[in-house]
């Protein structure tokens, strides 16, 4: 476990632009080194990184950042200081569970000083247009009309989330990061929205109906499918590197999800009698 840890640590500092950044990350490997040595004393015995772990969390780092691929490994190796001092190696344990924890928390992502634009983006996205796709639906009940009032709709709204965002971020004084914020706010809104309407493009009107639902129904059980999923793999993604619950934020923004495309449903069909739309 040393030993591999010491790889990933030495392979992700010499990716780091940031002097900083690839400080800490070298010291942090000089420090799973001297355990590794101290471990290979007691036991008389020399080990090799476990290749796989370490091309793992490589490949963890270049997709979802260096923070989240460290935090996961560490979070593996949970159990470590209890065994440590199992074996009366108390040094090691403290440091595995201060020093080190310690100089992980000095590591700067820049990607990760705009998750609250990101969450913005796509929760604000996840909660409008699957509520505007169950209104529209049922008001509709076709799936052309709907997956061309959801585009128009959701597209319209990213790029206003996108300037809203960067408004907000120079009223905060915060100019020099005002288009990122912006960038990662409107990007975030915009593929969401991609993924939602999705379900509305591939499914054909003609489609055999599935237990008694139409076509148009069936694409939206998609679109909530597909809401589903990103919540769960954003929560879970949030929840690894702000070291928080990930089942009280998915529960909770489910919540959110469900409620709103409720009163949309409700309020698409009591539209459509009031306004006698037939189509």
């Not at 007691?42 to 979802?64: C, H, N, P, S, Y």
């Not at 595995?96 to 700067?108: N, R």
């Not at 206003?160 to 990061?177: F, I, N």
């Not at 499914?203 to 055999?208: I, L, V, Y």
């Amino acid at each position: 476990m040393e030993a591999t840890e010491a790889e990933v640590y030495r392979r992700l500092a010499k990716m780091q632009k940031d002097p900083v950044n690839r400080s800490i990350l070298e010291g942090i490997a000089l420090e799973e080194e001297r355990h590794e040595a101290v471990i290979a004393k007691m036991t008389g015995e020399e080990v090799k990184a476990d290749k796989g772990k370490v091309t793992r969390q490589i490949v963890l780092a270049r997709l979802l950042g260096f923070t989240f691929s460290i935090k996961m490994m560490e979070s593996n190796e949970h159990h470590a200081a209890s065994e440590y001092r199992e074996l009366g190696l108390h040094d090691i344990a403290e440091e595995e569970e201060l020093h080190v924890q310690s100089m992980i928390s000095m590591l700067d992502e820049e990607r990760l000083r705009y998750s609250g634009s990101i969450v913005l983006g796509l929760s604000d996205a996840l909660v409008e247009l699957t509520g505007a796709l169950a209104g529209l639906t049922f008001a509709l009940q076709d799936l052309n009309l709907v997956a061309l009032a959801g585009l128009v709709t959701g597209i319209a709204a990213a790029f206003s989330m996108g300037a809203s965002e960067y408004l907000s971020s120079r009223a905060e004084k915060k100019s020099e990061s005002a288009v990122k914020a912006a960038f990662f706010t409107w990007i975030s809104y915009l593929l969401t929205v991609l993924m939602l309407v999705a379900p509305f493009l591939v499914f054909q009107a003609d489609s055999p109906e599935f237990h008694g639902l139409g076509p148009h129904v069936q694409a939206l059980m998609f679109t909530f499918a597909i809401g589903l999923l990103i919540v769960a793999l954003f929560n879970f993604f949030l929840s690894v590197v702000e070291e928080a619950s990930f089942k009280s934020r998915f529960l909770e923004m489910t919540g959110i999800l469900g409620v709103v495309s409720l009163i949309s449903y409700g309020i698409g069909i009591a539209l459509r009698g009031i306004l006698g739309v037939e189509i």
